[in-house]
């Protein structure tokens, strides 16, 4: 099946809007796939639906009432259906990929969150994963916002990641390896990115590797990546804050 020109214009003027978006301000994790970025899609044809697939580089557009899959630097065009083999079924339409895809099913998964050692916050029913970096300020912000909730309806597994370069690294390293893990994951959730800590000798470093995999598994490609009790996601910092994202607001 051959694409029309009109399909690989907007498909490829979406791909480069979408880059530029996200060169032009790196430091934003909410700016690749973002709504500025599909404002400048040509307006010849049928509005131009687009969703982010939780999977590290694919978005799925509608052209015309035809789904397209684009890997995200738009250079390749992926034809035929989307198998969603966690929730075993095709992904025909865009209603499916919308449906199925805006759900990160963690318990059907059987994810079992303490082998990664999250940092914890709360102690309630509710089952929240937050992603997040030593060094992030957006993660940051969500955090502070765990204030507003309330410790006995959510528990907050907030995992750590190394994602924004060596320095960010080398402080996750410092904090995993700390020997009193609870300040260390204190410093965690406080977002507090100058207290030391003295090391652990021979750390084991397995759970870190486990968080890596785990992230790219879930689909983390920007953070902060929040997963909440029912399985819905936000990539990014959800826009109407940490606490009306939880309470499906």
Known sequence: ????????????????????????????????????????????????????????????????????????????????????????KNLAT?????????????????????DLHPAVWGNGPKKVLMFTDPNCAYCANSLNQLADL???????????????GQKSQERNKELFCASDRYRADRAIIGHDTKQ???QIKDCNLQPLVRRQVTAQVLGVSMIPFIIRDDGTYSIGAPKQGLKSFLEGK
């Open 1 to 88: 099946m051959k694409l029309s020109k009109k399909v690989l214009s907007i498909i490829l003027f979406s791909a480069l809007s979408a880059a530029t978006f996200a060169a032009n301000e790196a430091g934003n994790v909410d700016t690749i796939f973002n709504d500025k970025a599909f404002q400048n899609v040509p307006k010849n044809g049928q509005d131009v639906k687009r969703f982010v697939v939780p999977t590290n580089g694919i978005i799925a557009l509608e052209v015309d009432g035809k789904v397209n899959l684009l890997s995200s630097n738009g250079r390749f065009v992926f034809q035929g259906t989307m198998y969603d083999t966690w929730a075993k």
């Open 94 to 114: 865009m209603e499916d990929i919308s449906k199925y895809a805006s759900i990160i099913p963690i318990k059907e998964l059987k994810l079992n969150v303490a």
């Open 150 to 164: 309330d410790p006995k309806e959510y528990t907050v597994n907030v995992l750590s990641l190394g994602a924004l």
């Open 196 to 198: 030391k800590f003295e």
